[in-house]
């Protein structure tokens, strides 16, 4: 399995020559633009060229209604320009859910203890074409609302960037195996009455393998260009049954918490870090994920260039 199938997510900082080491997630850290242009130069010349942003957003900035998500000036979209003017050839996927741009902490608008639907598809679509306007090649809706491909499509098309693709994050469970992803962007939902503490409502049932079907279906009919399931080892079932069920490209997100309980098993002496790492990306393309992303890109793109145990 080539490096290039590999997509390396990053968490951006506002400021200049920052890196801050994110305790869950040992060898990956938030970084300033200058420090992950840095990083990305590195990866392309260990063949990784995709790269997946998030916007670690400064505290003071985040609001219930998530408004700085559709600032033309933000962190997410200044990164994509600076990148972009960096290194035009690189693939660069954004993030597209209300997370880390809310101060409650969810993926979309909350009101009276439940998450609007319709009223955060109509705050995606613009933002898809923000993020598209600052360069972006791909973006990528992490929300799960329902109808929002659609949305983002017309809103691309309608302002001429018919070039611009979706990676829909297609079949996204509700998942235990986010929590360090959540600590790095300070993104868990608050504990605050009135509002879900948990995303339940809009990621999937962990016991539920068919409604990843029906939620393919309509991304494919509202227009997405890859499908994506997330986590990945846990729902390899997931990867395969959406191969067999389309032409599309497949990705899988390698998650936070997989990264992590091997580097800590690792880091006790108890499992064999290159071993496993490589042999559980393996799998994920064994599944028939023709795209991972994973916070272990750059690891084993070493091991792919000095010979995988
Ligand atoms: C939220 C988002 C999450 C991840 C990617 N986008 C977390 C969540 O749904 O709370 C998790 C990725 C990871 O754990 O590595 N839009």
């Given at each position: 399995?080539?490096?290039?199938?590999?997509?390396?997510?990053?968490f951006?900082?506002?400021?200049?020559?920052?890196?801050?080491?994110?305790d869950a997630?040992?060898?990956?850290?938030?970084?300033?633009?200058?420090?992950t242009?840095?990083?990305?130069?590195?990866?392309?010349?260990l063949?990784v060229?995709?790269f997946?942003l998030?916007?670690a957003?400064d505290p003071?900035?985040?609001?219930?209604?998530a408004?700085?998500?559709?600032?033309?000036e933000?962190?997410?979209?200044?990164?994509?320009?600076?990148i972009?003017?960096?290194?035009?050839?690189?693939?660069l996927?954004?993030?597209?859910?209300?997370?880390p741009?809310?101060?409650l902490?969810?993926d979309?608008?909350?009101e009276g203890?439940?998450?609007l639907?319709d009223?955060?598809?109509?705050?995606?679509?613009?933002?898809?074409?923000v993020?598209?306007?600052?360069?972006?090649d791909?973006?990528?809706?992490?929300?799960?609302?329902?109808?929002?491909v659609?949305?983002?499509?017309?809103?691309?098309?309608?302002?001429g960037f018919?070039?611009?693709?979706?990676?829909s994050?297609?079949?996204?469970y509700?998942?235990?195996?986010?929590?360090?992803?959540?600590?790095a962007?300070?993104?868990?939902?608050v504990?605050?009455?009135?509002?879900p503490?948990?995303?339940k409502t809009?990621?999937?049932?962990?016991?539920?393998?068919?409604?990843a079907?029906?939620?393919?279906?309509l991304d494919?009919e509202?227009?997405?260009?890859?499908?994506?399931?997330?986590?990945a080892?846990?729902y390899?079932d997931i990867?395969?049954m959406l191969?067999?069920?389309?032409?599309?490209p497949?990705?899988?997100?390698?998650v936070s918490?997989?990264?992590?309980?091997?580097?800590a098993?690792?880091e006790?002496?108890?499992?064999?870090?290159?071993?496993?790492?490589?042999?559980?990306?393996?799998?994920?393309?064994r599944?028939?994920?023709?795209v991972?992303?994973?916070?272990?890109?750059?690891?084993?793109?070493?091991?792919?260039?000095?010979?995988?145990?």
């Open positions: 399995m080539t490096p290039d199938r590999l997509v390396l997510p990053q951006v900082l506002d400021g200049k020559d920052r890196c801050e080491p994110i997630m040992p060898g990956r850290n938030r970084m300033s633009i200058d420090r242009i840095n990083e990305c130069e590195q990866a392309m010349s063949g060229r995709s997946a998030f916007a957003i003071s900035l985040k609001t219930p209604d408004r700085e998500a559709l600032n033309s933000n962190l997410t979209c200044r990164a994509v320009r600076a972009k003017d960096a290194f035009p050839e690189c693939c996927i954004t993030d597209i859910a209300l997370d741009y809310s101060s902490g969810h979309g608008l909350v203890g439940v998450v639907n009223e955060t598809v109509d705050i995606l679509a613009p933002m898809a074409v993020q598209a306007e600052a360069g972006s791909i973006v990528a809706p992490s929300d799960m609302m329902d109808g929002r659609g949305g983002m499509r017309a809103a691309l098309d309608a302002d018919t070039h611009v693709s979706i990676l994050y297609t079949a996204k509700a998942s235990a195996f986010y929590g360090p992803f959540r600590e962007l300070d993104s868990a939902p504990d605050t009455p009135d509002v503490r948990d995303k809009y990621q999937m049932d962990p016991a539920n393998a068919r409604e079907l029906l939620e393919a279906e494919i509202e227009g997405a260009d890859i499908l994506m399931i997330k986590p080892l846990p390899l990867v395969s191969r067999a069920e389309t032409t599309l497949i990705a899988a997100y390698h918490g997989e990264y992590a309980m091997i580097k098993a690792a006790r002496g108890w499992l064999d870090e290159n071993a496993c790492m490589s042999e559980a990306l393996t799998s994920i393309a599944a028939g994920a023709d991972i992303f994973t916070y272990a890109a750059l690891d084993y793109a070493r091991l792919w260039r000095d010979g995988l145990p």
